[in-house]
């Protein structure tokens, strides 16, 4: 069975991962809605550096204990107790405040998704999508129905791919593909 749901599974996870990313950490544990929407505010692009991209790397440690504590299904405004915490924690690599590290989070949740996880090059979230798509098409153990919504998903989702802005993260981001992959959320 296992078996059976991984391609589901990692297929759905790299047509989401740019829009769970952005929602992530944080914007999980206060939603009340867990399902994106058109709404969400885009993505605020920003030129990466490679001191960004240790300090999110390092942040993560201290920045998922204090995640994992916060209540499921909490309002819509932010604790403001847990934000200090979570300004606390990512201060220490280097951030201004939380929303800094979110910016610098997103930046990078964007270029992972156009990267091809067999080939880890930058292909381009468009690229990558349809691969996953077809490998889901070909899927003949996936129940139709769960299929058919899987599909439908991924289809919203490569209508709505942002393109990058800054081309130059690419490189710097490829640079820490395997170690960014062991943090995302598919892998926990």
């Keep these: 069975m296992r078996a059976a749901i991984r391609p589901f599974v990692t297929a759905f996870s790299i047509a989401c991962l740019p829009i769970l990313m952005a929602a992530a950490p944080v914007g999980a544990a206060f939603a009340q809605n867990a399902q994106p929407d058109a709404a969400q505010a885009p993505v605020k692009q920003i030129a990466l550096t ?63 998704g156009g990267i091809d996880p067999q080939t880890k090059k930058y292909v381009g979230d468009e690229i990558v999508l349809k691969k996953e798509i077809a490998e889901m098409q070909a899927d003949k153990k996936m129940a139709p129905k769960d299929k058919k919504e899987a599909l439908d998903q991924m289809n919203d989702a490569l209508k709505s791919i942002t393109p990058l802005q800054f081309p130059a993260n690419i490189p710097l981001v490829v640079k820490y593909y395997d170690k960014l992959s062991e943090e995302s959320p598919q892998n926990q």
């Design 50 to 112: 490679e001191k960004q991209i240790e300090g999110a790397l390092a942040a993560k440690a201290d920045i998922d204990p204090i995640v994992s504590k916060l209540p499921e299904g909490a309002n819509d405004k932010p604790d403001p107790k847990a934000l200090a915490q979570l300004d606390g924690a990512v201060k220490k690599h280097g951030f201004a405040n939380y929303a800094e590290y979110e910016d610098v989070d997103d930046n990078i949740n964007l270029v992972m």
